[in-house]
Nanobody, 116 residues
């Protein structure tokens, strides 16, 4: 059973940058698609960005041009580089993996707070 463990969340000022990482136990090749989601209390979890095993990324309109998703097969790590952060980016960010059987795996989440 694969495990996903996020790290890198924290408090950052508006306009600042932060990089989230998701360590995949076992092989990242288990997941043809991986992504980052975020959730604010009272709201549904929303897709931020995902990336295929071929390296094709997709971004939500709200983060396009500010966030960059990547996956490193040498370290079995999924990353999300965030810049130009806004208060509305404040949320718990979750790493997600979709395996070939279309089963979903989730990390425990990491809090990102954008505030002055």
């Amino acid at each position: 059973q694969a495990q996903l463990v996020e790290s890198g969340g924290g408090l950052v000022q508006p306009g600042g940058s932060l990089t989230l990482s998701c360590a995949v136990s076992g092989s990242i090749f288990k997941f043809p698609v991986m992504g980052w989601y975020r959730q604010v209390p009272g709201n549904q979890r929303e897709l931020v960005a995902n990336i295929t095993s071929g390296g094709t990324p997709t971004y939500s309109d709200s983060v396009k041009g500010r966030f960059t998703i990547s996956r490193d097969i040498s370290t079995n790590t999924l990353s999300l580089q965030m810049s130009g952060l806004k208060p509305e980016d404040t949320a718990v960010y979750y790493c997600n993996g979709l395996d070939f059987g279309r089963s979903e795996y989730w990390g425990q989440g990491t809090q990102v707070t954008v505030s002055s």
